[in-house]
C-alpha cells in the first residue's frame, strides 16, 4: 500500500480553517467563522478515508492496533499537553464552580465524549461557552468518535466490496437527512453530536474512495478550485450563528471544501495560493493552534472581562500562535516522527496520560473545585455562585393526561397534590424552600415551571435568549395547564411565581439589561400595540379568575428585589482576582438603595396589587427579607443571597422558607391573612 503523496494545498485549505475559526473566536467581523470547524471535519474524512481504503484495497483488511497507534501519536501529546496546561492556568483563575466543570470537561473529552457533555449542559442556566476552556475539544471527540465507527463499518463489511461503499453511501445520506430534518428542531443537537455530523466527515471519505477507485490525480479544474474558495469564504463570512445551524447551511462549506480536495494538485492561482509558504505554516501547526487558540481567549476575557480594543485581541492572537508553534516543535513532531518509539509505548503512553488526565479530572470535581484555593473576601460570593443548583431527583415528564409531555417537580411528602406552584425561573430558585416548607406542613405539591415562561393565560412571549421552538413550547405549555388544572381535583391552592419587573417593562436591568422580553396576546399573530405592561395587568386578571374558579385561594410571590449590579459570579471573580496586574476594576455592586427599585418595581406590581385589594389573591411579600434600613442587599449575615442580579440562591430560598407557610397551612390561611397582603 503506497502512502498518498504529501499535498501542501491541504495544509493551505487547514489554514483557512484554523484562520477563520480563530478570528472568529477573537471577535473579528467573520459571521461564520465557526464553520472552519466544519472544513477540517472534511479534511479528516479525506485523509483517513483515504488511508483506510488504500489499506483495505490493497489487503483486504484494516489493521486496527496501527491505525490507532497512528492516531494516538498524531493527537495524543498535543492534546494532554493543552489540558494540562490549561489546567494550571484554570487552576489560578477559575472559581470553584467553574474548575470543577473543567475537572468534568477534562475526563469527558479524555474519554471522547464532550460533544455530549456540552449538549447536555446547553440550557437556561447553563455556564456561557466563553468560561468553558476545553468546550472546543467537542469537535475533537466528534472526529474520534468517526475513527471508532469508520474503521469498524470496514470490518463488518469488508467481505463485500460493493455492499460497504453502499453503506457509507447509506450512512451518509441519513445523517445528512437527520442533520437537515432536525436542525430546525433541536438544533444543539445537531451542532454537536456525531450522527448528525457524520456527514460531512463521510463526504471527505466517499471523495478519497471516488479517487481511489477511478485513479485520480485531484489535477481538476480551475472553475473548481475557484467556485469550492468562494463557497468556503462566502460560508466564513456570512453564515450567521444560531438555531439555523448547521442544517442546509452546512451544505456550503462541506461542497467548497470537497472541490478544491478534488483539484488540489492542479497548477492554478488557488493552489498556489494554499501552497505559499505562510498559508503552510498555519497548516502545519493547525492542530495545536485550534488546541490552544480556545483556552488562551477563554482564559484572558475571563480575567480581563472582556478585552478593551481588537489590539489586545491580536495580542492574545499572537500568543495562541506562539503557543501552537512550540506545541508544535517540541510535543507534536517529536513524538509523530519518532520512528524509533515502538507503537506499545505509543499505547502505554497514552493509556498513563489518560489515567492521569482522569484522575486528575475526578479529583478536581470531587473535591469541588478546591474553594481552598481563594481568601475569605472572595469565599461568600463563590458560594453564592455555586448555590443555584437544586435537587430535581423527584421530577419526571408526565406520560399521561392532564400534564403529559410537562415536566413535573412533586414536593413535600408523596400524596395527591394539595398545592400547585407555577412559574418561571424564579419557581426553580426558590425549589428548595418551597420543598422544605411542604414537608414541614406535611402537605404534597407540585412544582411547574419554564424558564422565562411568564406564569399566565392568554399571552404569548418572543424573548431574546431563546429560541422560535422555546417561545412556542412556553405557549403550548401554559395552553396546556390552562386546560389540566380543572381536572386535577386535589388542589384547592395554587402559587404563581414569577419576573413580574422583566415581563412588564420588556427587558432586564442592570447587569442583564440586554435581554429583551416581548408579549403578545395568544390569539393573535401580531402586536395589538397595548403597552406591555398593560398586556400583563390583563393577563393577571385573567389568569387569577380563572384559577379562582377552580381552586379557593391563589398566591402571588412578591418578586424580591433586583440587585441590578450584582452577580455572584463577577463578584467572586473580582475578589478572587483582587491584585492581578490585568485585572479590571470592580464593577458589581452588591447593595442597592431600596428607593432605586421603587419605580421599575412598582409598575410590575401595581396588578397584583389591585387583585389582592379586591381579596382575589393573597401576595407574599419578599421584600423586608432582603432590605433592612432602607437598603436591599445581595448578602445576609455573610451569606450570599443572590446568584445573579435577580434569582436568589438556596440558602436565601431556605431562610424565607416561612415565607410560604401560608400556602401550606390550610384551607384556614385565606381568613388568618384577611384575604391579602399588600405589596
Known amino acids: 500500500m503506497s502512502p498518498m503523496p504529501y499535498r501542501g494545498d491541504i495544509d ?3 489554514a483557512v480553517a484554523v484562520v477563520s475559526v480563530v478570528l472568529y473566536h477573537f471577535g473579528f467581523p ?105 468546550l472546543h475539544t467537542w469537535s475533537l471527540a ?45 438544533p444543539t443537537a445537531t451542532f454537536y453530536l456525531f450522527p448528525f455530523r457524520a456527514w460531512e466527515m463521510l463526504s471527505g471519505v466517499l471523495l478519497a474512495i471516488w ?18 474558495l468562494l463557497l468556503v469564504l462566502a460560508s466564513v463570512v456570512l453564515i450567521p450563528a444560531g438555531p439555523a445551524f448547521p442544517g442546509l447551511l452546512a451544505v456550503l462549506p462541506v461542497a467548497g471544501t470537497l472541490l478544491l480536495l478534488s483539484s488540489g494538485t492542479g497548477g492554478n492561482p488557488i493552489n498556489r495560493l494554499l501552497t505559499h509558504p505562510l498559508a503552510r505554516f498555519f497548516g502545519v501547526i493547525s492542530y495545536s493552534l485550534y488546541l490552544w ?5 477563554t482564559l484572558s476575557t475571563y480575567l480581563r472581562d472582556g478585552y478593551a480594543n481588537a489590539g489586545e485581541a491580536v495580542a492574545w492572537m499572537a500568543l495562541s500562535v506562539l503557543l501552537a508553534w512550540l506545541s508544535w516543535r517540541f510535543i507534536e513532531n517529536p513524538v509523530r ?72 417537580c412533586p414536593i413535600g411528602p408523596e400524596g395527591a397534590p394539595r398545592v400547585l406552584v407555577w412559574g418561571d425561573s424564579h419557581t426553580r430558585a426558590f425549589k428548595e424552600g418551597l420543598d422544605l416548607a411542604a414537608h414541614e406542613a406535611g402537605v404534597p405539591g407540585l412544582i411547574l415551571w419554564r424558564a422565562g415562561c411568564p406564569p399566565l393565560f392568554g399571552i404569548r412571549k418572543v424573548e431574546s435568549t431563546a429560541t422560535p421552538a422555546q417561545d412556542m413550547a412556553c405557549t403550548q405549555a401554559n395552553l396546556q395547564i390552562r386546560q ?46 397595548q403597552a406591555q405592561a398593560a398586556l400583563l395587568s390583563d393577563a393577571a386578571a385573567t389568569t387569577v379568575a380563572e384559577l379562582r374558579q377552580q381552586v379557593p385561594q391563589v398566591f402571588v410571590l412578591r418578586q424580591p428585589p433586583e440587585i441590578p449590579r450584582y452577580d455572584s459570579r463577577k463578584a467572586a471573580r473580582e475578589a478572587a ?45 419578599t421584600w423586608p427579607r432582603f432590605c433592612d434600613g432602607g437598603t436591599c442587599r445581595a448578602v445576609h449575615d455573610g451569606t450570599g443571597q443572590y446568584f445573579d442580579n435577580n434569582h436568589v440562591t438556596n440558602a436565601a430560598a431556605l431562610r424565607v422558607r416561612d415565607l410560604f407557610a401560608p400556602v401550606f397551612r390550610g384551607p384556614s390561611a385565606r381568613a388568618v391573612l384577611h384575604g391579602a397582603s399588600s405589596p
Open 12 to 14: 493551505g485549505l487547514r
Open 30 to 134: 467573520l459571521q461564520g467563522g465557526f464553520v472552519g470547524v466544519d472544513v477540517f471535519f472534511v479534511i479528516s474524512g479525506f485523509l483517513i478515508g483515504g488511508i483506510l481504503w488504500r489499506e483495505y484495497d490493497a489487503t483486504g483488511r484494516i489493521r486496527l492496533k496501527h491505525f490507532y497507534i497512528r492516531r494516538f501519536r498524531r493527537l495524543a501529546p498535543a492534546f494532554f499537553a493543552m489540558v494540562l496546561g490549561a489546567g494550571a492556568v484554570a487552576w489560578a483563575l477559575l472559581l470553584p464552580f467553574e474548575f470543577r466543570e473543567y475537572g468534568k470537561a477534562a475526563i469527558a473529552s479524555t474519554l471522547y465524549l464532550s460533544n455530549v457533555l456540552f449538549f447536555r449542559q446547553a440550557g437556561y442556566f447553563d455556564t456561557v461557552s466563553e468560561e468553558k476552556p476545553l
Open 142 to 186: 466528534v472526529e474520534e468518535q468517526f475513527y471508532v465507527f469508520l474503521p469498524l463499518v470496514i470490518l463488518l463489511l469488508a467481505r463485500w466490496r460493493w455492499g460497504l461503499i453502499g453503506a457509507l453511501v447509506a450512512a451518509w445520506a441519513l445523517s445528512l437527512a437527520a442533520c437537515i430534518a432536525l436542525t430546525p428542531v433541536s
Open 211 to 228: 479517487g481511489h477507485e477511478t485513479n485520480r490525480r485531484w489535477r481538476g479544474n480551475v472553475f473548481l478550485s475557484w467556485l469550492g
Open 293 to 297: 487558540h480556545w483556552p488562551v481567549y
Open 337 to 408: 516522527y519518532a520512528r524509533r518509539l515502538p507503537g506499545g509505548v505509543v499505547l502505554g503512553g497514552t493509556a498513563i496520560a489518560s489515567a492521569c488526565v482522569l484522575a486528575l479530572g475526578a479529583y478536581v470535581y470531587k473535591a469541588d473545585g478546591l474553594p481552598g484555593r481563594f481568601g475569605p473576601e472572595a469565599r461568600v460570593h463563590i458560594a453564592a455562585s455555586g448555590d443555584f443548583l437544586q435537587d430535581f431527583s423527584r421530577c419526571y415528564i408526565a406520560d399521561s393526561l392532564p400534564l403529559d409531555g410537562l415536566e413535573v
Open 484 to 529: 389540566a388544572i380543572g381536572r386535577l381535583d386535589s388542589l384547592d391552592r395554587i402559587l404563581l411565581i414569577g419576573r413580574w419587573s422583566y415581563y412588564a417593562s420588556g427587558q432586564g436591568v442592570g447587569r442583564d439589561a440586554h435581554n429583551r422580553i416581548a408579549l403578545h396576546p395568544a390569539d393573535r399573530p401580531e402586536s395589538t400595540g
Open 577 to 621: 482576582h483582587a491584585g492581578w496586574p490585568l485585572a479590571p476594576a470592580p464593577e458589581t455592586e452588591a447593595e442597592v438603595p431600596e428607593a432605586a427599585l421603587a419605580p421599575r418595581a412598582a409598575i410590575a406590581e401595581a396588578p397584583w396589587a389591585a387583585l389582592a385589594e379586591r381579596g382575589a389573591i393573597t401576595v407574599l411579600d
